[in-house]
């Protein structure tokens, strides 16, 4: 590791920050509170950190009230971890308890609000799910006969998606530890290696650089290219000229990159040769559009424009890009349908992909932070010609 | 790798056999069909297997018919993958598309069943969440009037909790896979080691000897004993006197181990070494005990009388052991609350714990099948006595 890692963890004043911010919404949009149950927003609010989430077995609570610090419903056996954040306020309770998983300490905290009709936040929108068994939720509601649920995803969304400079270091360092670790690929892949193998070498390499783990890595090789971006590595050797694909959501503190590399194995095939070009010439563009101000439908075009020069249909990935941080995909996406506008300090990927050949599909990705003015590369950006190896 | 991997995936009569189980459960509950939206489900009755699950962008959903194979309703990215299991019918669509993300085509597939005031089951039970955003599932429950919803985590419990050979032997092999990593805790452990050093020269090694990942790693280490085990690793290097914790989920095609070991750097101390026979007993307990026909409850006792010779108070982790597969963790829990019955060809980890000195903790945890008769080790068993290494 040839470079000093950022801090890990966060200054208090940054959840002050992220708190107050939210607090400051809610009032907008008539919330009295919000109720959090998922890792990244319970992690957001409170700077609670676990790999025990793994486990699907507990549900965890974090109540931000319109004043005052956030309130943890939780697990006793996650008390010790979360008196060592800001959170003051912890209840606990030994689980698993099927019969009652924290459902009376929520009612109890939750009844003055149901009883003069206040209106609490909760997930319900776009790439949220509802981490606590349904049965359990529709008791606490039922539990809260006075209490209105409103949909507090756009609160959460626009929070998130703009990060602080602390967030933005353990991006830029997990984008550097990738960088290098993809800069190895002619040491670490070779022809004859079955896939599973290149995988493996990959996560031992990126971790040597100082990944703190490497929890997504997909891709795939295949003669003149791959056709499939999200599968498992197969044991099928490298051959020449295959173009191989490795696209990895590696982590630092929790902080996540995204972004991929092609390869060609021995030898490039000139469709795929040009496919690349087309995709260097479209991040290109989506460099030169990501501009305080411009929505994401408008980034999605710039990078449309330059793809369908070659490829008329287009995929159906369903966009090129999108949020990245505390997860390994995030708000908002680039596509059609997308009218967020870009603000400064919004870290993205941009991701154009095309179709070519005999059901090809080519990939490419680079991390960015939206600046006033030119976007700063978090990622080391690809090499503008198909890079070939082994 | 001195050692063959099983074959990966699973031959088709698997899923044959995982479907019309489910479908003669179907039947008994009253259920015309069933509706599944988590990766393990979704892998277990399909075989679609992706880290792609990692972005919590797109939904995903399985519908088992009363009769008749599997029908998925996915985005497009996945399609590709899906096309290569044994499911026939795929409908997707070009995703995400917050407007309509899978909804329309939902709707499609279940008027039918609604016109008819059929029933269909969700997970809506213990250790189950709803992976879509919950304002879409309300959407789609609104769509579908005559529509009844039950609750089918019962039916996935008793299906998942029964292992077939085939599982058990992709378990079987992480769990040699974590044992020897462990084995050469004196090799890659030592005094002055940060332990975030620590995490990442275990991880590497477990790769090395040939797991897929190790998404799974918590631990610790301080003098005379830990006394949290969910964290992650601090830079604290390791000091004579430290007792090391770590407990690793590690992963072979998409199938767990989960178990931890205990070492002592440079010196023991009496306390540690009294803690660590006592659990290490309490095992042997839980190993004499786990046989069909026992109730966790019975097993959970088992590990509790030899635990509260030691420590009045136990610790209030919750449970003592729990099921393990396709997940970190799953049904049963070895818990008073859990009247389970084991069965054979359930795994199952031994899991005892207990508080001892100012505020430390110790874990031990074995991986096992129940058997007719005495229960298969899967993972290498502890050492009777806390082992000193560095």
């Not at 909760?122 to 606590?132: N, S």
Request: with cysteine; hydrophobic share 40%.
């Amino acid at each position: 590791m040839p470079e000093v890692a950022p801090k890990r963890g966060f200054e208090i004043a940054e959840y002050e920050t992220r708190l107050s911010a939210a607090q400051y919404l809610m009032a907008r949009h008539g919330f009295d509170g919000m109720l959090l149950l998922s890792e990244p927003e319970i992690r957001y609010f409170s700077g609670f950190q676990t790999l025990f989430w793994q486990s699907p077995t507990r549900p965890w609570f974090l109540f931000l009230p319109a004043e005052g610090k956030p309130i943890a419903v939780i697990p006793e056996i996650g008390a010790a971890l979360m008196r060592r954040t800001w959170v003051d306020d912890i209840r606990s309770w030994s689980a698993p308890a099927p019969s009652d998983d924290g459902i009376s300490l929520l009612i109890d905290l939750l009844t003055p609000y149901s009883k003069r009709g206040a209106t609490i936040g909760i997930l319900k929108g776009h790439e949220t799910g509802l981490r606590m068994p349904l049965g359990d939720y529709e008791r606490l509601i039922s539990g809260l006969p006075g209490l209105k649920i409103g949909d507090a995803t756009d609160i959460i969304r626009s929070l998130r998606m703009v990060k602080s400079e602390a967030e933005i270091e353990k991006i830029a360092h997990i984008c550097r530890v990738a960088s290098r670790t993809f800069d190895k690929a002619g040491k670490l892949f070779f022809e004859g290696q079955p896939l599973s193998e290149v995988f493996r070498a990959f996560r031992m390499a990126c971790l040597s650089e100082g990944a703190d783990d490497v929890p997504y890595l997909v891709g795939g090789a295949d003669q003149g290219g791959y056709n499939d971006v999200i599968s498992p590595p197969t044991d099928r050797p490298l051959q020449r000229g295959d173009i191989l694909m490795l696209d990895t959501g590696s982590v630092f503190d929790g902080y996540f990159c995204d972004f991929d590399r092609n390869f060609a194995i021995g030898k490039a095939d000139e469709l795929s040769q040009k496919a690349y070009e087309v995709l260097y010439h479209a991040t290109e563009a989506g460099l030169d559009a990501a501009r305080p101000g411009v929505t994401c439908r408008e980034l999605f075009s710039a990078m449309q424009d330059v793809i369908s020069t070659f490829d008329k249909e287009s995929g159906d990935v369903g966009r090129l890009g999108h949020g990245l941080g505390m997860q390994l995909t995030e708000w908002p996406s680039h596509a059609a349908f997308d009218e967020t506008v870009l603000k400064e300090d919004m870290v993205i990927t941009l991701e154009p992909s095309l179709s070519y050949g005999s059901g090809r599909i080519m990939v490419h990705e680079e991390n960015i932070v939206i600046r006033d003015g030119t976007p700063r590369l978090l990622s080391k950006r690809a090499v503008p010609e198909l890079p070939v190896i082994g």
